[in-house]
């Protein structure tokens, strides 16, 4: 076999080959979507039910915190808006 006879039939295999994977591929994308459609129709997602909320106790965030300790959170937080600029 010449060089170019050999040269042609990698040529014509990578044809094939891309031509399958591509064959393939489009398949596989026209498959999923007819499953999805199937699914949809057969077996459709169930509506969530709806819970009554929850009552959340009411407390005060500062009825645990000595005012000293607000005070100090307060001036570092004062400090480092100054550092900010």
């Excluded at 393939?24 to 994308?29: E, G, W």
Aim: with cysteine.
């Amino acid at each position: 076999m010449t060089p170019n006879d050999l040269l042609m039939e990698g040529v014509e295999l990578m044809l094939i080959g891309i031509g399958c994977v591509y064959l393939f591929l489009t398949l596989l994308v026209y498959a999923i979507r007819g499953m999805s459609v199937l699914i949809a129709r057969f077996a459709p997602e169930p509506h969530p039910v709806a819970s009554a909320p929850s009552p959340r106790p009411q407390t005060t965030a500062t009825a645990d915190v000595s005012p000293d300790l607000i005070a100090a959170i307060q001036a570092a937080i004062h400090q480092h808006r100054n550092k900010r600029g």
